[in-house]
């Protein structure tokens, strides 16, 4: 019989803290035994999907990522994200050598991406406990709103507060497509495995997730976080732009932050007398 259930859809206070973060982890949420057989699969490799693919026509049912992606706390997340039916955009197996010797430069992979209303997800698998010297992938939190040309941040080699991720087996996170990040060094004797999809929606993402705390004065405080990184005035930027996100998420043209966008939208239409 068919489990027709709704899964758990993300609040309102969650969605505000992607925004700000451009991340949302879900730590331990798939099984062991899943686990277990998900090195397996990575390590054989995951034949590559043509672009827009539907997940439907991709992963078969009771294939391994499909089961991945049935998961309640994932699948309810990816719905909250990019709403249901979203396509594939690409997928890939990204495998750290043990002693490599070298990391994956700093980047955000949007580099032809203009959207302002609408954003892609990449759903990051990490099938083993990552430890620090295992090279978690680096990111940035904050950054995804930032304009930026894929590889222009390559440069920069450490920001203050970024975060290394260290994770226990069967985490998953979900990152904005603008987000800068990068996979790091593996300085173990452990081979790191990490499965990567990117989604495009197929709706307009607009209250796709559980808005019964829409109000909850937390959103505002989620939206308003700051990053060690951010300069003191260009930083003010992210808030705008956090704006502009959630009132295209939310259809709420009013909203705002310490009128961020209010003081720069007033055009009076009537002339003076």
């Not at 991945?68 to 990204?94: K, M, N, Q, W, Y």
Request: glycine share 8%; proline share 7%; hydrophobic share 35%.
């Amino acid at each position: 019989m068919t489990d027709t259930r709704q899964p758990p859809l993300l609040t309102s206070v969650e969605m505000a803290r992607f925004v700000a973060h451009g991340s949302l982890r879900l730590d331990a949420v798939v099984p062991p035994e899943m686990n277990e057989e998900g090195i397996k699969v990575l390590g054989e490799g995951v034949p590559g999907v043509p672009y827009g693919s539907r997940i439907t026509d991709v992963y078969p049912e009771g294939s391994f990522v499909r089961r991945l992606l049935e998961i309640p706390a994932v699948a309810g997340a990816l719905r909250s994200l990019v709403g249901p039916d979203p396509t594939v955009d690409h997928h890939f197996v990204h495998i750290r050598e043990p002693h490599e010797g070298q990391a994956q430069p700093l980047h955000g992979d949007a580099i032809i991406d203009v959207r302002t209303d609408a954003f892609d997800v990449q759903l990051m698998y990490y099938p083993q406990d990552v430890t620090l010297d295992m090279g978690g992938t680096l990111s940035v939190p904050g950054s995804h709103l930032r304009r930026t040309n894929e590889s222009d941040t390559g440069r920069y080699q450490n920001l203050r507060g970024q975060s290394r991720l260290v994770c226990p087996a069967g985490t998953v996170v979900f990152l904005h497509h603008g987000l800068w990040h990068g996979g790091r060094r593996n300085d173990s004797d452990t081979v790191r495995y990490m499965f990567k999809i990117r989604f495009n929606p197929t709706v307009r993402q607009r209250r796709l997730w559980d808005i019964s705390d829409l109000a909850d004065p937390r959103v505002s405080k989620e939206l308003s976080t700051t990053f060690p990184w951010y300069e003191h005035a260009t930083g003010r930027l992210e808030m705008y732009n956090r704006v502009l996100l959630w009132r295209a998420l939310t259809g709420d043209d009013t909203f705002d932050l310490e009128y961020w966008v209010t003081r720069v939208s007033n055009r009076p239409q009537e002339d003076a007398a």
